[in-house]
């Protein structure tokens, strides 16, 4: 899908094509899925624990189940006698009016006594009701993902389904194209149901957005966007219209990897990423970039733990392989020095297949 030549004069800054794409967006419907359904789809609303965990006082050791005010100054020397003798086992709930474990070691059930050697504090030896999860805790927040950690959480705390947000694109395409098979890939597993048509066929022509990959290109009339100022991007074209809008790619791989990492994914799914505990490391060499463009560019990790760029612009498969981060450089950006401390994160798009640990 090339550039026509009557639009070819002015690229589209990628942040105004954001905009523009993410105003003509139907916001997307909801509807509620299994929890184990849910993993990376979209939160319509809060996830929220709806009650508290654990949900009584719970003993973290085997022992006796007290109340604390009835060891108070109790020692070897001067062991307080208790007239209830309540046997606990960790992780059992304690009974009513104990606020407290003695463990084993601290005493004895002796002439139907408990013979208490130990002072005790309340919640001493307890796990206190709602400390690991107090009821209205946000578990995942409206418009984050649901991701499989908080789903476990979610789950241990009883929560059975959650509200996602549904979203249908509607992908043209060879069937046989790789690039279309990783769009879709990507899609679905950014919880988008994909309509997935053939070249000849025609769109929806209702709130559905679509992307098509290679072959016809939309109708000049509705072409707004032609071309964005992202290098590998200068080709991609936006057709808004009246209707949903149609994003039209070439059928390369790392065009389409491209669109997903600056263009498409940040509108379907707009949520910030998340910090990475690694992902702030200095540059093991210069990075060069284009003024006035838009740049990725793709990130290994040396042995001395620093980043070592790729490529940046021009991204060939190989570059995408080996890659174990990014970077997206703003248009006013003219490069980065060696020792440059830079943020990067993990791609949309994760081509990599060595799992091994970054130093």
């Known amino acids: 899908m090339g550039?026509?030549?009557?639009?070819?004069?002015?690229?589209?800054?990628?942040?105004?094509?954001?905009?523009?794409?993410?105003?003509?967006?139907?916001?997307?419907?909801?509807e509620t899925v299994p929890l184990a359904e849910s993993l990376g789809r979209i939160a319509a609303v809060d996830l929220v624990a709806v009650a508290d965990r654990p949900a009584a006082d719970l003993a973290l050791d085997d022992g006796w189940a007290v109340a604390a005010a009835d060891t108070v100054g109790a020692s070897p020397y001067a062991p307080a006698f208790l007239a209830e003798v309540r046997p606990v086992a960790h992780g059992a709930a304690l009974p009513a009016g104990a606020d407290a474990v003695l463990p084993s070691v601290g005493g004895r059930a002796e002439g139907g006594f408990l013979v208490v050697e130990t002072a005790l504090?309340?919640?001493?030896?307890?796990?206190?009701?709602?400390?690991?999860?107090?009821?209205?805790?946000?578990l995942v927040a409206a418009g984050r993902s649901i991701d499989p950690f908080a789903a476990a959480t979610a789950a241990l705390a009883g929560i059975?389904?959650?509200?996602?947000?549904?979203?249908?694109?509607?992908?043209?395409?060879?069937?046989?194209?790789p690039s279309a098979d990783l769009l879709a890939a990507v899609l679905?597993?950014?919880?988008?149901?994909?309509?997935?048509?053939?070249?000849?066929?025609?769109?929806?022509?209702?709130?559905?957005?679509?992307?098509?990959v290679g072959g016809a290109r939309p109708d000049d009339g509705d072409v707004e966007i032609a071309g964005l100022a992202v290098t590998g991007l200068e080709r991609l074209e936006i057709?808004?219209?009246?209707?949903?809008?149609?994003?039209?790619?070439?059928d390369r791989l790392e065009t389409v990897a491209l669109a997903l990492e600056t263009l498409i994914g940040p509108v379907l799914r707009p949520e910030p990423p998340l910090p990475d505990d690694d992902a702030t490391r200095p540059l093991a060499r210069k990075l060069a970039s284009r003024v006035g463009f838009t740049e990725?560019?793709?990130?290994?990790?040396?042995?001395?733990?620093?980043?070592?760029?790729?490529?940046v612009g021009d991204l060939p498969w190989a570059a995408w392989i080996r890659a174990r981060a990014l970077v997206?450089?703003?248009?006013?950006?003219?490069?980065?020095?060696?020792?440059?401390?830079?943020?990067?994160?993990?791609?949309?798009?994760?081509?990599?297949?060595?799992?091994?640990d970054r130093p």
Not at 298 to 310: I, N, S
């Open 3 to 30: 550039a026509s030549p009557r639009h070819a004069g002015r690229l589209t800054p990628l942040s105004e094509a954001r905009d523009r794409l993410a105003a003509r967006l139907h916001p997307g419907g909801v």
């Open 121 to 138: 504090a309340p919640g001493e030896n307890t796990r206190r009701r709602g400390a690991d999860l107090p009821a209205g805790t946000v």
């Open 160 to 177: 059975e389904t959650a509200a996602v947000v549904t979203r249908t694109v509607a992908l043209r395409a060879d069937p046989t194209s």
């Open 188 to 212: 679905l597993a950014s919880g988008c149901r994909v309509d997935r048509r053939p070249l000849d066929a025609a769109l929806p022509g209702d709130a559905t957005p679509a992307i098509i």
């Open 239 to 250: 057709a808004l219209g009246d209707g949903a809008p149609v994003i039209g790619l070439s």
């Open 296 to 311: 990725v560019a793709l990130l290994d990790v040396d042995p001395q733990g620093r980043w070592v760029p790729l490529a």
């Open 328 to 356: 997206v450089l703003p248009p006013e950006s003219e490069g980065l020095p060696e020792g440059t401390l830079l943020a990067a994160r993990h791609p949309v798009v994760r081509i990599r297949s060595d799992r091994r």
